[in-house]
C-alpha cells in the first residue's frame, strides 16, 4: 500500500510558476499510474493530468495542458506537478492519487495524498 506525501502549495501572483511534489513510499511504483487532481472551493473535483511510472507517459486536461507538467524521479520516488502561467482560476487544493493499473488512463484512483493548497493572485 502505498503513501503519498504532496507539498510545494503556496501564494502566487497570475502568471507565476509553482512546482508541487508527491512523494510516494510503502510500495515499487513500476506498475503505477499517478494523476494530479484539484479541487477549487465549491467545486468538483477536477483532473488535472497523469503519468504512468513505467515509461513516463503523460496526459492532461484541457484546462492546463501547455502550461502544467507532470514529471517523476525515479530515484526519490516522487513525482512533480510544474506549473507556468498560472491563473487564478487555477486556485484550488491540489491532490497526488495512484493506482496499480494496466491502463494509461484510469477511471478511479486507489490512494489520495491529504492535498496541497495553491492559491493564485489576480
Known amino acids: 500500500q502505498v503513501q503519498l506525501v504532496e507539498s510545494g502549495g503556496g501564494l502566487v501572483q497570475a502568471g507565476g510558476s509553482l512546482r508541487l511534489s508527491c512523494a510516494a513510499s510503502g510500495g515499487t511504483l513500476s506498475s503505477y499510474v499517478m494523476g494530479w487532481f484539484r479541487q477549487a472551493p465549491g467545486k468538483e473535483r477536477e483532473f488535472a493530468g497523469g503519468?504512468?511510472?513505467?515509461?513516463?507517459?503523460?496526459y492532461y486536461a484541457d484546462s492546463v495542458k501547455g502550461r502544467f507538467t507532470i514529471s517523476r524521479d525515479n530515484a526519490k520516488n516522487t513525482v512533480y506537478l510544474q506549473m507556468n502561467s498560472l491563473k487564478p482560476e487555477d486556485t484550488a487544493v491540489y491532490y497526488c492519487?495512484?493506482?496499480?493499473?494496466?491502463?494509461?488512463?484510469?477511471?478511479?484512483?486507489?490512494?489520495w495524498g491529504q492535498g496541497t493548497q495553491v492559491t493564485v493572485s489576480s
Open positions: 503519468i504512468r511510472w513505467n515509461g513516463g507517459f503523460t
Open positions: 492519487a495512484a493506482v496499480i493499473t494496466p491502463l494509461l488512463k484510469p477511471y478511479k484512483y486507489d490512494y
